[in-house]
């Protein structure tokens, strides 16, 4: 009988760095994706916040939820790194002066 190798570790026994996001459906990858974006426009600030968005809808999308639970849960992950962005940015304006 033939060994079936574990996908969850590459060749050197490694950790998959991708084992994440694996099984996940195409709409979970889309809001767990969708925080990240801050990066682009938001420098370090936005990169801290979006990837911690970003680790919260990975973590909500393996949660044993159904699934209009978990949609309205990683919607307001998706909301709340955006608005933590907003008033991190208007806090910083309003000290600079």
Same mark, same amino acid.
């Given at each position: ?5 574990? /996908?969850? +570790?590459?060749? /050197? ?17 889309? /809001? &767990? ?20 968005? /970003?680790?919260?809808?990975? &973590? ?9 639970? +978990? ?9 709340? &790194? ?16």
């Amino acid at each position: 009988m033939q060994q079936i190798p574990d /996908l969850g +570790k590459n060749s /050197l026994g490694k950790p998959d760095p991708w084992a994440r996001v694996r099984g996940l459906a195409w709409w979970q990858l889309v /809001l &767990s994706i969708v925080p990240i974006l801050l990066l682009s426009g938001g420098g370090a600030i936005g990169g801290a916040i979006g990837t911690a968005g /970003l680790f919260a809808n990975l &973590s909500l999308a393996r949660k044993p939820f159904g699934t209009p639970v +978990k949609l309205l849960a990683m919607l307001g992950v998706v909301l709340a &790194s955006y608005l933590g962005y907003l008033v991190v940015g208007l806090a910083y304006n309003l000290l600079k002066g």
